[in-house]
């Protein structure tokens, strides 16, 4: 290993996802070209690199990294570009000129060792040196942090949260015990915790590494929406992660359940095991919603009868049986589930329920899981809709820096009436802590389409609540007249009795276009780009969405984005454009926002309205890009402009293109969907169903008839470890006597 030491006089490339960079190092004698990941890197600082010289067959000679070390500069003109450079927090330019003027070559030493002296510098005073020290000190330890952890594939966002976490601490941490990674630090998971542990000789059997491992296992089970796993299945499955014996896992359970990790309780043969925030959400629902449901509610003393007939005198409607069922049910009843698929009048039902409470002096609260589906709910009531994160008033407790929900048992949602849309996507964890802020007396309506997919978190709410039996559930069956012109709504429920679809009906909505192999991808492109615009007058941006069951190969949601992209958004002299890794920001480009984030701030344009959150499944629009700020601006709803620095950009995906678990809660004017090859839990039936249900005018299949037919007949929708429906049922028998079993 050679070492080579100098000023960095220009920065060629930096990737600011994985801190890959490309820089000119010149000292005295050269001026050479480095390359390896040195994400903090600077122009002007002064740095000492090892590593080896290496050719490359197009940019010849260059020095590869291993590691690197910023060194104090010593030339008035290195220490200049290093305090001007930005890193230092509380000096800029101006500021920089004049601390040299006044300590020269000792300026590095001063800010170090005397910063009290930095006083003597006009416009410094004592908070302005407290912040140049304390960055200044920073800047040094997350240095080290990143250099010792980037060999590990940790990127430099999850060095500043280690940093942030432990300190100058971080490094005898991870020294010690680096699974404490993987338990205290969001993002960083067992496998980079692991392969860190091996680099420093822990030894397989350690304790630490094989709660870990368990643990690990039982996260990726929720990940994949199982609340808990048998033990009959989670030790092979540990086993494997560890490679372990399986005495060593069952000794390991044992003792997490001692130390209230997690819970384990006796289901007939065999032990269930859960995460004891799932365990305490699967109980809190079971005890919520007979909670909910055993109050006897207040008599409103309303003629039913005659307020539907109001209702359908002044809208112009006629309500079905099961319709007129859902209104009594939830008014005299209280708590209530109305399911339907499209068509069935779920909407008129809510929107005539809603009338009658209003009209009856109740405060009525409409909710949806995503910021799409409660939009729409608000399009189809005329009423405002809020998500349940903003009904819950998610924030920051006073004493933590953790988002909480602000509304619970002790300050309750004050409503007389809370209507929740979508239901199938509310996983377990969320709807407990939407029940528990629900004050008893308060009449629950809870809406949704069980033949959806389930929710992506843990659980499967909807469809557990409708089979325990134990809440009253009204089924809207009838498709109305005017649905059933749709071949959208009449193939939709086809999808579900697994009968063969009409397709290419003259002057009707479903389409299928036949193509094999490498012809899907271009026709794709062509009808979004050219002749679904040209033949229908839409908007290819706006109204088309194109979905895809999975994520990789040729039709899947990546590759799709970037073909899409180079036909719907080409590049362009005056749009600005920014590369980062695999993928291009364009100006122009449709986005979606992938990660609820409650903090985010939006502002309108001109800055007459402002607010916070912006949510897991968003659709917005790349409106301007600042390279000199490393900045993207994205503008959503047509008028929530949003700003994301470079290294945040992991909230962000384009969205030419999505899955169709990510379109749940959504609608849109044409959807366009591949119809290919892939594994066969992504071909259900269930999948195709809530892909289809998501068009609201045109519906377009493009692929192989072999693997529609076969996602028809596949109704093996991935089954998962939920235990609602038993625990339902067991606490309606022992009443509200569950008391004492409050976690």
């Known amino acids: 290993m050679e070492k080579l030491e100098g000023m960095i006089s220009d920065i060629v490339f930096k990737n600011e996802e994985n801190g890959y960079t490309i820089a000119y190092l010149a000292n005295e004698d050269e001026e050479v070209t480095i390359v390896g990941c040195m994400p903090t890197l600077s122009v002007g ?28 500069p010593s030339s008035l003109e290195g220490i200049y570009a290093y305090l001007s450079s930005g890193m230092i927090h509380g000096i800029g330019e101006k500021m920089a000129l004049r601390i040299i003027e006044k300590f020269g070559v000792d300026t590095l030493d001063v800010i170090q060792n005397t910063p009290e002296r930095l006083k003597e510098v006009e416009g410094i005073g004592a908070k302005k040196i ?17 250099m010792q952890l980037s060999p590990y594939g940790i ?59 368990i643990l690990y296992t039982l996260n990726q089970s929720t990940s994949n929406g199982n609340t808990y796993l048998p033990l009959s299945v989670l030790i092979p499955q540990a086993v494997k992660v560890l490679d372990v014996e399986a005495e060593h896992i069952k000794e390991g359970v044992i003792e997490l359940a001692y130390t209230q990790k997690i819970h384990v309780e006796k289901d007939n043969n065999d032990i269930n095991v859960y995460l004891m925030p799932y365990y305490m959400a699967e109980n809190g629902v079971c005890r919520e919603m007979i909670r909910l449901s055993q109050v006897d509610f207040e008599d409103l003393k309303i003629n039913i009868k005659h307020e539907i007939k109001m209702i359908e005198k002044e809208d112009g409607i006629k309500l079905a049986q099961n319709q007129v069922m859902a209104v009594k049910e939830a008014i005299e009843q209280g708590v209530v589930i109305i399911t339907g698929g499209p068509g069935t009048g779920k909407t008129t039902t809510i929107n005539t329920i809603i009338k009658v409470f209003e009209n009856n002096d109740q405060k009525v609260i409409l909710a949806a899981p995503t910021g799409r589906a409660a939009k729409r709910m608000s399009e189809t009531s005329n ?38 849309d979508e239901v199938s996507m509310v996983d377990v964890v969320l709807m407990y802590s939407l029940l528990r802020a629900i004050k008893s007396g308060t009449r629950l309506l809870i809406v949704g389409d069980s033949d959806q997919l389930p929710s992506v978190g843990a659980g499967n709410v909807l469809k557990d609540l409708i089979d325990s039996e134990v809440i009253n559930t009204v089924r809207l069956n009838e498709i109305f007249r005017q649905a059933q012109e749709s071949m959208i ?132 629009y790349i409106y301007y890009i600042d390279k000199e700020k490393k900045e993207i ?43 290919t090859w892939a594994p066969p839990m992504l071909l259900s039936r269930n999948l195709l169903y809530t892909a289809v249900t998501r068009a609201k005018k045109q519906v377009v299949l493009v692929g ?13 929708s991935s089954d998962r470890y939920s235990n609602l429906a038993v625990k339902l049922n067991k606490f309606k028998k022992e009443g509200l006597l569950i008391e004492n079993d409050k976690e």
């Not at 920073?138 to 240095?143: D, H, I, S, T, V």
């Open 130 to 146: 407290k912040q140049i020290t304390e960055s200044y000190e920073e800047n040094r330890e997350l240095r080290n942090i990143i």
């Open 633 to 675: 601006f994205v503008i959503f709803d047509g008028m929530k402009i949003v700003t994301y620095k470079y290294d945040e950009l992991d909230e962000l995906d384009h969205s030419f293109c999505t899955t169709i678990h990510k379109s749940q809660g959504s609608e849109f004017p044409i959807v366009v969907i591949p119809m």
């Open 383 to 420: 009423k405002e809709a809020k998500t349940i994160h903003r009904l819950l008033e998610m924030g920051f407790g006073m004493d933590s820096d953790e988002l909480t929900f602000m509304k619970n048992e002790e300050d309750p949602i004050d409503a007389d009436v809370v209507i929740l």
């Open 489 to 620: 709504v009449v193939n939709a429920h086809k999808i579900n009795k697994g009968e063969p679809l009409k397709l290419n009906v003259k002057g009707k909505d479903f389409f299928f276009i036949k193509k094999e192999g490498d012809d899907i991808l271009p026709e794709i492109v062509g009808i979004v780009s050219e002749r679904l615009p040209k033949f229908y007058g839409v908007d290819k941006l706006k109204d088309i969405q194109v979905l895809s069951p999975m994520r990789k190969g040729n039709l899947g949601v990546n590759n799709l984005n970037i073909e899409l992209q180079k036909s719907l958004n080409p590049p362009n002299k005056y749009k600005t454009e920014e590369a980062f890794a695999k993928r291009t920001f364009r100006v122009g480009d449709k986005v979606m926002q992938i990660k609820n984030n409650y903090t985010r701030k939006w502002k309108t344009e001109d800055g007459s309205n402002s607010g916070h959150g912006i949510y897991n499944g968003d659709i917005g």
């Open 45 to 72: 600082e002064s740095i000492e690199v090892e590593g080896k010289w290496v050719t490359h067959k197009t940019y010849g000679t260059q020095f590869e990294v291993s590691s690197f070390m910023p060194v104090t």
């Open 704 to 716: 192989d008839v072999k693997y529609l037919e076969f996602m028809i007949k596949n109704n093996r």
């Open 155 to 213: 990127t430099p966002n999850y060095c500043l949260k280690i940093y942030k976490k432990y300190k100058d601490k971080a490094i005898s941490v991870i020294n010690k015990n680096p699974y404490k990674l993987a338990e205290d630090i969001r993002g960083i998971g067992f496998r980079v915790a692991d392969d860190i542990a091996k680099k420093l000789g822990i030894d397989k059997y350690s304790k630490d590494r094989i709660f870990q491992g």
